[in-house]
């Protein structure tokens, strides 16, 4: 190094690969010169010593200002660190050595934490469900429905479609929402109507053959818009989430207004599972299912409340130059929006010293594991920690802002924080097991840290795992629909955690999300075109009338059909109430007098008979005329194909067509064998 005319030395242009100094003009006659000369002079041996292994030229002193053009090569291009105060000791240091408070900024959400609705209202599921799926919304999706079945239908589809309203689409969420409730092999399962599966809710909201139809046409952007954008593929103008826009913005819309998260936030990555074939898909060895789309989420580590998400489109050239993970976090992060002085948790995969230097300086604190590649640290080993330290062993380094620290648990765990100290006597409890095989329970010194991380870095986790208790998912090849499903299911657990919270405020107990998610499925199949709720009359006449007054009406009743009907009437009555009592159920006087009616024509046929001949399978008033061909068709006794024809009496399904006569034919072998075992 070369003496100025002052006789001092100028480090500022002495850069080592990994570290570097603010420019300082130190006296040559001082001690701190020759500590910070040596230092250097050190550092620039062991990057030499490593060159010469890798079978690269020796780096001499005089070489070193060279240093300062090469950069890290990390995938962040972390900067690197700067010291807390000029001329401090770079090395790292033990939990017995003291360190400063950080400084932290005081919590200032741009709005009050917590749901953005008025308290004192009492919300049912269906209307807190209706902020997120709106009249508006649910209207745009179903103009794009229609748009799309049209545009199937000239592609010569089969199925036959009919105009989707905005009731008729919230029918079909409550069956979709109700498919996560109980889940079958097949959807037709949810059809079927013999004993072992009798699942009724589905019958009586929606036709299967409506449903598929619904299903297939499901359509979230408009048909027109997405083949202009279509024929942009492979150009700058091209969109990869087109076909999803339109309801990704309304339900991110909703998410960010209808709620204000707390201090604490975690921001990860979030696997939406899925076969379909397209570039977006991405590969999780990790993850029990390997392949789907991956979401960056930033969510409330409080509840798990998911307040906004990004969806990763591929790995195209970073905005800022300094990697796809920090550009994620940055757009997650919208200050404005947002407020300052919340707490930022992160996993290895987004922590870098750049990331969290840049949110320090818009007032957010960051918290995270890191790998050592990205601390900016490399030629910093002084006190480094080896493989074989002893368990509970902390050494940490003061950076400015940024504190690292090394811990040694089962295995080195590596953080950077901005909001904790390096050590405050926190314990933490392991279990360690002995030579004779017993375990044993022992305190281990722990980083402030490491308690808050593990307490808030799982909000991510949870909005997942509360997603997958329920999940609305379904097996589709279009990767626009696995998007639609998961939507409903962030659009449902938001609804549930805002219940919650409201009912929590108001001194209620909160529902459960199984019950949540019922009642919303039957409010749900119950709308009406004006978009409330239909409620059956007993009901309403049940919470009017006490227990004590129902009892005396239906004495009254009981006596005037007793003196209408006689006692046996009454009796029937008794036993028929007995067999109801468990569902709750009462039968009207018009019940109870048809299935009387239809006692006494049993009654009849058993005692006169019937006559055997050709009746139709099913009641062709009530069926569609065109499904009266094929609804009801039964095996045929004789020839065993399909007919929708049966004998009166002997309840047999025959054939009855020109073609094959097995009624008559049926018939005659039966008084065949009738005749001969009389003889």
Not at 194 to 210: A, D, E, H, K, Q
Not at 372 to 381: A, P, R
Request: some cysteine; overall charge positive; charged content about 30%.
């Amino acid at each position: 190094m070369k003496e100025s005319s002052s006789n001092t030395i100028n480090v500022s242009q002495t850069r080592v690969r990994g570290f570097s100094f603010h420019p300082t003009e130190v006296s040559r006659s001082s001690e701190d010169e020759q500590d910070a000369y040596s230092f250097v002079k050190d550092a620039i041996k062991t990057v030499s010593k490593a060159a010469i292994k890798k079978g690269r030229k020796k780096v001499s002193p005089q070489s070193s200002p060279s240093l300062a053009s090469t950069p890290a090569k990390c995938r962040r291009n972390a900067d690197p660190a700067l010291p807390l105060t000029s001329g401090s000791e770079r090395r790292w240091r033990t939990e017995d050595e003291p360190d400063l408070q950080p400084k932290l900024f005081p919590f200032k959400p741009a709005r009050n934490p917590g749901p953005q609705l008025d308290a004192q209202k009492n919300y049912t599921p269906l209307e807190v469900f209706q902020l997120f799926f709106s009249k508006d919304v649910v209207d745009t999706l179903c103009l794009n429905t229609n748009k799309n079945a049209q545009r199937r239908q000239k592609q010569r589809f089969k199925e036959p479609w009919r105009t989707i309203s905005v009731e008729e689409m919230y029918k079909y969420l409550s069956i979709i929402i109700y498919m996560g409730l109980l889940n079958v092999h097949n959807v037709s399962d949810y059809w079927v109507e013999n004993r072992l599966y009798g699942i009724p809710f589905c019958r009586s909201v929606m036709t299967m053959s409506r449903f598929r139809a619904i299903t297939y046409s499901l359509h979230m952007s408009d048909p027109a818009e997405d083949e202009e954008n279509d024929k942009k593929k492979g150009t700058a103008g091209y969109d990869q989430l087109m076909r999803i826009k339109p309801l990704k913005d309304q339900i991110l819309e909703a998410c960010r207004t209808l709620y204000h998260p707390f201090q604490n936030l975690s921001i990860d990555e979030l696997m939406v599972r899925s076969k379909s074939r397209n570039c977006l898909k991405k590969s999780f060895e990790s993850e029990h299912e390997r392949y789907g789309f991956k979401v960056y989420v930033l969510a409330d580590s409080r509840n798990g409340y998911t307040w906004d998400f990004n969806i990763f489109v591929g790995k195209n050239p970073s905005a800022s130059g300094k990697g796809d993970s920090y550009d994620a976090v940055m757009n997650l992060l919208n200050v404005p929006c947002l407020g300052t002085g919340y707490h930022i948790y992160l996993n290895k995969d987004f922590t870098s010293a750049t990331l969290l230097r840049d949110l320090y300086r818009k007032h957010l604190g960051a918290c995270g594991t890191i790998r050592e590649q990205y601390m900016g640290l490399s030629g910093v080993q002084e006190n480094s920690m080896a493989p074989t330290t002893k368990r509970g062993t902390i050494n940490w380094l003061r950076d400015g802002e940024l504190l690292f620290t090394k811990w040694m648990d089962a295995r080195p765990v590596t953080m950077c924080s901005t909001i904790h100290k390096a050590f405050a006597e926190e314990q933490v409890q392991r279990r360690k097991q002995l030579e004779d095989g017993t375990w044993l329970t022992q305190s281990l010194p722990a980083p402030e840290q490491v308690k808050p991380y593990n307490l808030y870095v799982g909000g991510v986790d949870l909005c997942g795992s509360l997603i997958k208790c329920y999940s609305v998912a379904q097996k589709t090849m279009k990767w626009y629909k696995t998007f639609f499903f998961h939507f409903v299911d962030v659009a449902v657990v938001n609804s549930w955690l805002m219940h919650k919270d409201l009912a929590v405020t108001s001194s209620k107990k909160p529902m459960a999300q199984k019950q949540f998610r019922e009642k919303l499925c039957s409010q749900l199949a119950g709308i009406t075109p004006s978009g409330s709720v239909q409620e059956k009359r007993w009901e309403g006449h049940d919470e009017e009338l006490s227990k004590q007054q129902v009892e005396q009406q239906y004495e009254q009743l009981m006596e005037q059909q007793y003196e209408k009907q006689g006692k046996w009437w009454v009796e029937q009555h008794y036993k028929f109430e007995q067999q109801c009592k468990q569902q709750n159920e009462i039968k009207t006087d018009q019940q109870f007098e048809e299935e009387r009616e239809e006692e006494e024509r049993e009654e009849e046929e058993l005692e006169f008979g019937s006559m055997c001949c050709p009746v139709p399978t099913h009641d062709p008033t009530i069926v569609e005329s065109w499904k009266k061909a094929s609804v009801g068709r039964k095996n045929c006794r004789f020839c065993k194909q399909k007919t929708v024809w049966q004998c009166e009496s002997c309840r047999v399904a025959l054939c009855i067509i020109p073609e094959r006569n097995c009624f008559r034919l049926w018939h005659i072998n039966k008084d065949k064998k009738e005749h001969d075992s009389g003889e």
